[in-house]
């Protein structure tokens, strides 16, 4: 359900989050306000929106015109003026953290009363966000999702030495309505959860190959074969629980001496960057896997097959009122 609170969102920086973000806030009735960088790309961020809308619809998650009745909620611009009344702000720039301090110089210049601004920062704690703002300093948080947003409801919040009480509790209530599940955490720590935990994996990941003891297909048929498929239904600590501590300390004895400690990129990283093998976007569209002549399609329908489930949104209808952006 709304808040009453909010009555205007602003998103600033488009491109894969921003984008997900418009999708999930007018998806859900609120009023939003998108900046953009440049206006020639404003009608490409136009599309993205209507694709994912698209893409909803075809699955049978959506009506064929939710895109132009959620669309009468969502504004494009370039002008910052245009976020002067907004409740709340979210920050989607890369991870710039000179770009990000000079979009809250402006923020704490135009907006008249924000509540929150929330950064979806995966890698900048929230204090270092905020050290050189002044006025919105305490309302400055992270609020870190997983791509694409609208899909993948998890997200992290995270605050900061100087946040005011509040702050994270009106992100968790506006995250919750827009039907995300947000958890709050109780100190920073880089990468936040989601990170720390996917990239001890991909550090033990990237061990096993290095290491000579299985190739790469290997661990991700592991992966899409063994544990992985029954962590979409029970948590890592209730599985562990239900299998008994005692078993669990004896394997955390026998495997952790064995596990990875690296400290950064491995030369199995780094050895493919300089051959320009960088993944299925490099001009050699090679990687780990060589992705020449893969059906693209057919990946992003297996990336997005296990969220579908998750978008059960009470979606603006073409009766609703609506105060255009």
């Given at each position: 359900?709304?808040?009453?609170?909010?009555?205007?969102?602003?998103?600033?920086?488009?491109?894969?989050?921003?984008?997900?973000?418009?999708?999930?806030?007018?998806?859900?009735?609120?009023?939003?306000?998108?900046?953009?960088?440049?206006?020639?790309?404003?009608?490409?961020?136009?599309?993205?929106?209507?694709?994912?809308?698209?893409?909803?619809?075809?699955?049978?998650?959506?009506?064929?015109?939710?895109?132009?009745?959620?669309?009468?909620?969502?504004?494009?611009?370039?002008?910052?003026?245009?976020?002067?009344?907004?409740?709340?702000?979210?920050e989607c720039v890369s991870e710039n953290i000179d770009l990000k301090h000079?979009?809250?110089?402006?923020?704490?210049?135009?907006?008249?009363?924000?509540?929150?601004?929330?950064?979806?920062?995966?890698?900048?704690?929230?204090?270092?966000?905020?050290?050189?703002?002044?006025?919105?300093?305490?309302?400055?948080?992270?609020?870190?999702?997983?791509n694409p947003a609208h899909m993948v409801p998890f997200f992290e919040i995270?605050?900061?030495?100087?946040?005011?009480?509040?702050?994270?509790?009106?992100?968790?209530?506006?995250?919750?309505?827009?039907?995300?599940?947000?958890?709050?955490?109780?100190?920073?720590?880089?990468?936040?959860?989601?990170?720390?935990?996917?990239?001890?994996?991909?550090?033990?990941?990237?061990?096993?190959?290095?290491?000579?003891?299985?190739?790469?297909?290997?661990?991700?048929?592991?992966?899409?074969?063994?544990?992985?498929?029954?962590?979409?239904?029970?948590?890592?600590?209730?599985?562990?629980?239900?299998?008994?501590?005692?078993?669990?300390?004896?394997?955390?004895?026998?495997?952790?001496?064995?596990?990875?400690?690296?400290?950064?990129?491995?030369?199995?990283?780094?050895?493919?960057?300089?051959?320009?093998?960088?993944?299925?976007?490099?001009?050699?569209?090679?990687?780990?896997?060589?992705?020449?002549?893969?059906?693209?399609?057919?990946?992003?329908?297996?990336?997005?097959?296990?969220?579908?489930?998750?978008?059960?949104?009470?979606?603006?209808q073409e009766q609703d009122d609506c105060e255009t952006a």
């Amino acid at each position: 359900m709304k808040l009453d609170s909010v009555r205007h969102i602003g998103i600033v920086g488009l491109g894969m989050i921003g984008d997900s973000m418009a999708v999930l806030t007018t998806g859900h009735g609120y009023r939003t306000t998108c900046v953009a960088r440049r206006a020639e790309m404003i009608p490409e961020y136009q599309k993205t929106y209507d694709m994912y809308f698209r893409q909803m619809a075809e699955q049978g998650l959506a009506p064929p015109n939710q895109a132009a009745i959620c669309g009468r909620y969502l504004k494009y611009t370039t002008d910052y003026d245009e976020l002067r009344d907004c409740d709340v702000v979210f920050e989607c720039v890369s991870e710039n953290i000179d770009l990000k301090h000079g979009i809250y110089a402006r923020l704490e210049q135009v907006c008249t009363d924000l509540k929150a601004i929330c950064s979806v920062s995966s890698s900048f704690v929230p204090d270092a966000l905020a050290e050189k703002a002044s006025r919105y300093r305490s309302r400055i948080i992270v609020t870190h999702p997983f791509n694409p947003a609208h899909m993948v409801p998890f997200f992290e919040i995270c605050g900061g030495a100087s946040t005011a009480p509040g702050v994270l509790e009106f992100a968790r209530a506006l995250l919750e309505s827009l039907d995300r599940k947000p958890v709050i955490l109780k100190k920073p720590a880089p990468g936040f959860i989601g990170n720390r935990l996917q990239f001890a994996l991909w550090r033990e990941a990237l061990n096993l190959v290095e290491s000579g003891i299985c190739d790469p297909e290997d661990v991700d048929a592991c992966l899409n074969y063994s544990f992985c498929p029954r962590y979409s239904s029970i948590g890592m600590y209730e599985h562990f629980d239900n299998g008994g501590l005692n078993l669990n300390a004896t394997t955390c004895n026998a495997v952790f001496p064995s596990l990875s400690n690296i400290s950064e990129a491995p030369r199995i990283v780094t050895d493919r960057i300089a051959r320009g093998e960088t993944g299925a976007r490099a001009e050699s569209r090679k990687g780990f896997y060589d992705w020449n002549g893969v059906d693209m399609e057919a990946y992003r329908r297996r990336v997005n097959a296990p969220y579908w489930r998750f978008i059960n949104w009470d979606f603006p209808q073409e009766q609703d009122d609506c105060e255009t952006a």
